[in-house]
């Protein structure tokens, strides 16, 4: 069984997260598409919480000692997955900033040329 | 052979006059183009007042976006090839038109001047460890011997330029050269002497020493597999 606590913990959290993904939305902080995320995640939550029979019933089938184990497990590897895109992204980005960076300088053209020699 | 000096540059007000001019005394058939990488100090002013050629990233992006910079540049205006020299004055400018032919005679890739090649200086200190590592390394990965592979003093094929100016993942580094040592062609090394830094500061402190060497080594063992 899951614990009563972690429950209502999953409905809270989940609660919390929409608010603050929420508020970011409509203040332009984030985009749609990148709140989706988040907003899936927190209804995960909410179903774990709801019918705590799904994780038991997988925990039992994978051979968790318990359920609360096999929760935390999987938000884990979650969490590390999109740390990692995450990461990914953040080079894409670093390698377009730089290229942006590049033709902007060549664009501007050689200080001595700008001088007229 | 149309050669281009690269010579990035980030808070290197001090001293960059004076490597610019050793630069064109030694070798006026040479060009050079600086890259400032956004530096925070006169080193612009320094560009502006003593009719240097260079051109201005608008942010500091680092030593690889810089160099990769002159490279975009080289690649547009048609040069055989590229030497990459350092701001400070660390590196002689007479060793250019060897490298120069070296690179045409040999066929080579990229030609490295290396302070060790002859054996009558040995790398010492903390760097010193840290670059037979990456020697030995390099060797295992790649069967190429480099004495020196952390010198910054290189100079680049054509094809070189390409792959710089068009690549994801193309840094001017040890890891590059062992890169390129096993997946093109030659990389030769040249008996080179170096001076000390003339002036600013080197980023290459003990802290960072450990951190660079680790990441280059690291670095050379992981593209082994996936490059």
């Known amino acids: 069984m899951l614990p009563f606590y972690l429950r209502i913990m999953l409905v809270l959290g989940a609660l919390a997260a929409l608010a603050v993904v929420g508020r970011k939305v409509r203040r332009q902080k984030i985009l749609v598409e990148d709140a989706v995320f988040w907003v899936v995640l927190a209804a995960v939550f909410v179903v774990l919480a709801l019918f705590p029979d799904i994780a038991i019933v997988l925990s039992q089938a994978l051979g968790f000692m318990s359920p609360s184990n096999f929760v935390y497990l999987a938000i884990i590897v979650l969490l590390l997955w999109k740390v990692f895109t995450n990461s990914a992204e953040i080079s894409r980005l670093k390698a377009k900033v730089n290229e942006l960076a590049q033709e902007v300088a060549l664009a501007h053209g050689d200080t001595a040329e700008k001088d007229g020699r | ?227």
């Open chain 2, 1 to 227: 052979m149309r050669v281009l000096a690269i010579v990035p540059a980030f808070n290197e007000e001090e001293c960059l006059a004076d490597t610019i001019r050793s630069l064109t005394a030694a070798c006026p058939q040479v060009d050079y183009l600086v890259v400032n990488d956004g530096s925070r100090d006169g080193t612009a002013r320094v560009m502006r007042d003593e009719a240097i050629d260079g051109v201005n990233l608008p942010v500091n992006t680092g030593l690889t976006s810089a160099f990769r910079t002159g490279m975009k540049y080289a690649l547009r205006h048609g040069y055989d090839a590229v030497v990459q020299y350092d701001a400070d004055g660390q590196h002689l400018p007479d060793y250019i038109p060897e490298m120069a032919r070296v690179l045409e005679e040999r066929g080579a890739d990229i030609v490295i001047a290396s302070r060790f090649l002859d054996g009558t200086v040995r790398p010492s200190g903390a760097r010193g460890v840290g670059s037979r590592l990456i020697t030995l390394l390099i060797k295992l990965t790649t069967g190429a011997t480099i004495t020196d592979p952390t010198s910054g003093m290189r100079m680049y094929s054509r094809r070189m330029i390409e792959l710089f100016a068009t690549g994801f993942d193309c840094a001017p580094e040890p890891d590059m050269v062992a890169y390129v040592a096993r997946r093109f062609g030659p990389v030769v090394e040249i008996q080179a002497r170096m001076r000390e830094r003339q002036g600013g500061e080197s980023y290459l402190k003990l802290g960072n020493v450990i951190m660079y060497m680790s990441r280059t080594c690291l670095s050379i063992i992981m593209s082994r597999f996936l490059r």
